[in-house]
Protein backbone atom coordinates (compact mmCIF):
# COMPACT_ATOMS: atom_id res chain seq x y z
CA UNK A 1 0.00 0.00 0.00
CA UNK A 2 0.87 3.45 -0.93
CA UNK A 3 0.99 4.85 2.74
CA UNK A 4 -1.48 7.98 3.72
CA UNK A 5 0.78 9.64 5.84
CA UNK A 6 -1.26 11.35 8.92
CA UNK A 7 -1.19 14.93 8.76
CA UNK A 8 -1.03 16.71 12.31
CA UNK A 9 -3.96 17.16 13.96
CA UNK A 10 -5.71 20.81 13.17
CA UNK A 11 -4.20 23.63 16.37
CA UNK A 12 -7.71 23.17 18.36
CA UNK A 13 -7.37 19.44 18.81
CA UNK A 14 -3.62 19.89 19.20
CA UNK A 15 -3.90 22.21 22.18
CA UNK A 16 -7.12 20.58 23.64
CA UNK A 17 -5.01 17.21 23.63
CA UNK A 18 -1.93 19.13 24.48
CA UNK A 19 -3.79 20.07 27.77
CA UNK A 20 -5.13 16.55 28.51
CA UNK A 21 -2.00 14.74 28.24
CA UNK A 22 0.26 17.66 29.75
CA UNK A 23 -1.62 18.96 33.18
CA UNK A 24 0.13 16.40 35.13
CA UNK A 25 3.75 16.49 33.73
CA UNK A 26 6.63 18.58 35.13
CA UNK A 27 7.60 21.84 33.42
CA UNK A 28 10.77 19.99 32.42
CA UNK A 29 8.97 17.67 30.64
CA UNK A 30 6.25 20.23 28.77
CA UNK A 31 8.83 22.29 27.59
CA UNK A 32 10.69 19.50 25.72
CA UNK A 33 7.36 18.23 24.49
CA UNK A 34 6.99 21.89 23.10
CA UNK A 35 10.72 22.08 21.53
CA UNK A 36 9.44 18.12 20.07
CA UNK A 37 6.64 19.77 18.27
CA UNK A 38 8.16 23.18 17.26
CA UNK A 39 11.37 20.69 15.72
CA UNK A 40 8.77 18.25 14.16
CA UNK A 41 6.94 21.05 12.44
CA UNK A 42 10.09 22.17 10.75
CA UNK A 43 10.98 18.84 9.52
CA UNK A 44 14.01 18.07 11.91
CA UNK A 45 13.30 14.69 12.77
CA UNK A 46 16.06 14.04 14.61
CA UNK A 47 15.64 16.60 17.37
CA UNK A 48 12.17 15.86 17.52
CA UNK A 49 13.49 12.66 18.50
CA UNK A 50 15.62 13.65 21.16
CA UNK A 51 12.97 16.24 22.55
CA UNK A 52 10.33 14.11 22.88
CA UNK A 53 12.98 11.50 24.53
CA UNK A 54 13.57 13.98 27.20
CA UNK A 55 10.00 14.35 27.71
CA UNK A 56 8.98 10.82 28.15
CA UNK A 57 12.56 10.25 30.03
CA UNK A 58 11.35 12.96 32.78
CA UNK A 59 7.41 11.86 32.69
CA UNK A 60 7.24 8.47 31.60
CA UNK A 61 3.29 8.58 31.81
CA UNK A 62 3.06 11.38 28.99
CA UNK A 63 1.34 9.60 26.74
CA UNK A 64 0.72 12.40 24.07
CA UNK A 65 4.98 12.87 24.23
CA UNK A 66 5.40 8.99 23.27
CA UNK A 67 2.86 9.31 20.47
CA UNK A 68 4.42 12.18 18.45
CA UNK A 69 8.05 10.54 19.48
CA UNK A 70 6.64 7.79 17.83
CA UNK A 71 5.55 10.03 14.62
CA UNK A 72 9.19 11.44 14.78
CA UNK A 73 11.13 8.31 14.72
CA UNK A 74 8.86 7.09 11.71
CA UNK A 75 9.67 10.16 9.87
CA UNK A 76 13.25 9.51 10.74
CA UNK A 77 12.67 5.82 9.14
CA UNK A 78 12.68 3.80 12.36
CA UNK A 79 10.00 1.59 11.92
CA UNK A 80 10.20 -0.57 14.86
CA UNK A 81 10.86 2.11 17.22
CA UNK A 82 8.20 4.05 16.17
CA UNK A 83 5.79 1.11 17.10
CA UNK A 84 7.01 0.69 20.49
CA UNK A 85 6.41 4.33 21.29
CA UNK A 86 2.81 4.32 19.51
CA UNK A 87 1.99 1.03 21.20
CA UNK A 88 3.20 2.79 24.77
CA UNK A 89 1.15 5.93 23.95
CA UNK A 90 -2.04 3.20 23.34
CA UNK A 91 -1.16 1.34 26.64
CA UNK A 92 -1.07 5.01 28.67
CA UNK A 93 -3.97 6.52 26.92
CA UNK A 94 -6.30 3.99 25.14
CA UNK A 95 -8.42 6.94 23.76
CA UNK A 96 -5.37 8.07 22.14
CA UNK A 97 -6.98 7.72 18.33
CA UNK A 98 -3.71 9.00 16.66
CA UNK A 99 -1.50 6.59 17.92
CA UNK A 100 -4.08 3.70 17.21
CA UNK A 101 -4.02 4.97 13.66
CA UNK A 102 -0.46 4.52 12.99
CA UNK A 103 -0.28 1.40 14.38
CA UNK A 104 -3.10 -0.01 12.01
CA UNK A 105 -1.74 1.72 9.38
CA UNK A 106 1.70 0.11 10.24
CA UNK A 107 0.14 -2.74 10.44
CA UNK A 108 -1.02 -2.41 6.63
CA UNK A 109 2.22 -2.04 5.66
CA UNK A 110 2.89 -5.47 7.03
CA UNK A 111 0.17 -6.36 5.07
CA UNK A 112 -0.92 -8.14 9.26
CA UNK A 113 -4.63 -7.66 8.33
CA UNK A 114 -6.52 -8.70 11.61
CA UNK A 115 -3.98 -6.13 13.81
CA UNK A 116 -4.91 -3.74 11.00
CA UNK A 117 -8.22 -3.94 11.23
CA UNK A 118 -8.30 -3.89 14.96
CA UNK A 119 -5.91 -0.67 15.80
CA UNK A 120 -8.30 0.93 12.75
CA UNK A 121 -11.77 0.59 13.69
CA UNK A 122 -10.57 1.28 17.17
CA UNK A 123 -9.39 4.83 16.10
CA UNK A 124 -12.85 5.66 13.62
CA UNK A 125 -14.86 4.59 16.88
CA UNK A 126 -12.79 6.96 19.42
CA UNK A 127 -12.54 9.45 16.01
CA UNK A 128 -14.40 9.53 13.33
CA UNK A 129 -13.16 12.97 11.33
CA UNK A 130 -9.33 13.84 11.83
CA UNK A 131 -8.18 10.80 10.18
CA UNK A 132 -9.52 10.37 6.75
CA UNK A 133 -6.84 7.85 5.93
CA UNK A 134 -8.06 5.49 8.66
CA UNK A 135 -11.34 4.65 6.53
CA UNK A 136 -9.44 3.66 3.35
CA UNK A 137 -7.03 1.55 5.29
CA UNK A 138 -10.01 -0.02 7.57
CA UNK A 139 -11.66 -1.00 4.07
CA UNK A 140 -8.21 -2.08 2.27
CA UNK A 141 -7.82 -4.66 5.98
CA UNK A 142 -11.21 -5.82 6.01
CA UNK A 143 -11.13 -6.66 2.07
CA UNK A 144 -8.13 -8.90 2.62
CA UNK A 145 -10.06 -10.27 5.84
CA UNK A 146 -12.79 -11.24 3.62
CA UNK A 147 -15.76 -9.12 5.71
CA UNK A 148 -16.87 -7.35 2.89
CA UNK A 149 -19.81 -5.62 4.07
CA UNK A 150 -17.28 -3.68 6.37
CA UNK A 151 -14.75 -3.04 4.00
CA UNK A 152 -17.85 -1.56 1.81
CA UNK A 153 -18.83 0.31 4.29
CA UNK A 154 -15.28 1.55 5.18
CA UNK A 155 -14.76 2.30 1.57
CA UNK A 156 -17.50 4.34 0.96
CA UNK A 157 -17.28 6.73 4.50
CA UNK A 158 -13.74 7.00 3.09
CA UNK A 159 -15.04 9.10 0.02
CA UNK A 160 -16.99 10.98 2.05
CA UNK A 161 -13.73 12.08 3.68
CA UNK A 162 -12.06 12.49 0.71
CA UNK A 163 -14.37 13.76 -1.72
CA UNK A 164 -11.38 15.40 -3.87
CA UNK A 165 -9.74 11.69 -4.43
CA UNK A 166 -6.76 12.62 -3.09
CA UNK A 167 -6.33 8.84 -2.37
CA UNK A 168 -7.51 7.29 -5.95
CA UNK A 169 -7.12 3.98 -4.68
CA UNK A 170 -10.22 4.58 -2.31
CA UNK A 171 -12.46 3.26 -5.43
CA UNK A 172 -10.33 0.27 -6.82
CA UNK A 173 -10.66 -1.08 -2.99
CA UNK A 174 -14.15 -0.58 -3.10
CA UNK A 175 -14.46 -1.57 -6.96
CA UNK A 176 -12.88 -5.06 -5.32
CA UNK A 177 -14.96 -5.54 -2.73
CA UNK A 178 -18.27 -5.22 -4.88
CA UNK A 179 -17.12 -7.65 -7.17
CA UNK A 180 -16.46 -10.01 -4.23
CA UNK A 181 -20.32 -8.84 -3.50
CA UNK A 182 -21.29 -9.79 -6.69
CA UNK A 183 -22.73 -5.88 -7.49
CA UNK A 184 -20.84 -6.27 -10.84
CA UNK A 185 -22.36 -2.80 -11.87
CA UNK A 186 -21.14 -1.19 -8.99
CA UNK A 187 -17.76 -2.53 -9.21
CA UNK A 188 -17.36 -1.69 -12.25
CA UNK A 189 -18.51 2.34 -12.23
CA UNK A 190 -15.60 2.11 -9.35
CA UNK A 191 -12.63 0.43 -11.20
CA UNK A 192 -13.75 2.29 -14.25
CA UNK A 193 -13.37 5.63 -12.40
CA UNK A 194 -10.05 4.30 -10.96
CA UNK A 195 -8.85 3.68 -14.28
CA UNK A 196 -9.46 7.38 -15.34
CA UNK A 197 -7.15 8.52 -12.55
CA UNK A 198 -4.12 5.97 -12.49
CA UNK A 199 -1.01 5.80 -15.18
CA UNK A 200 0.44 2.50 -14.40
CA UNK A 201 0.47 0.76 -17.77
CA UNK A 202 0.51 -2.87 -16.53
CA UNK A 203 -2.43 -2.35 -14.04
CA UNK A 204 -4.39 -0.83 -16.25
CA UNK A 205 -4.15 -3.71 -18.56
CA UNK A 206 -4.78 -5.86 -15.81
CA UNK A 207 -8.28 -3.78 -14.42
CA UNK A 208 -9.91 -3.32 -18.06
CA UNK A 209 -9.34 -7.47 -18.59
CA UNK A 210 -11.30 -7.63 -15.15
CA UNK A 211 -13.75 -5.28 -16.32
CA UNK A 212 -14.56 -6.93 -19.56
CA UNK A 213 -15.01 -10.22 -17.47
CA UNK A 214 -17.20 -8.49 -15.23
CA UNK A 215 -19.10 -6.73 -17.94
CA UNK A 216 -19.77 -10.58 -19.27
CA UNK A 217 -20.78 -11.64 -15.50
CA UNK A 218 -23.48 -9.27 -15.34
CA UNK A 219 -25.02 -10.66 -18.73
Given at each position: MSRVPVPFLALAATLALFA???????PAAVTAYEQGMAAAKSGQSEAAVKSFQEATSLYPQY????????????AGKSKNAAVASFKKAVELD??????QVELGLLAVDNKSWSESS????KAIELDPVNYPAAWYAAALANLNLENFDLAEKYAREALKADPQLTN??????????????KDYPGAITALRSYLK?????????RLENMIAELESSKK
Open positions: QTAKDAPADAWYQLGRAQLPKLAGAKYLEPRIEYVLGMVLAQKRTSNGFETE
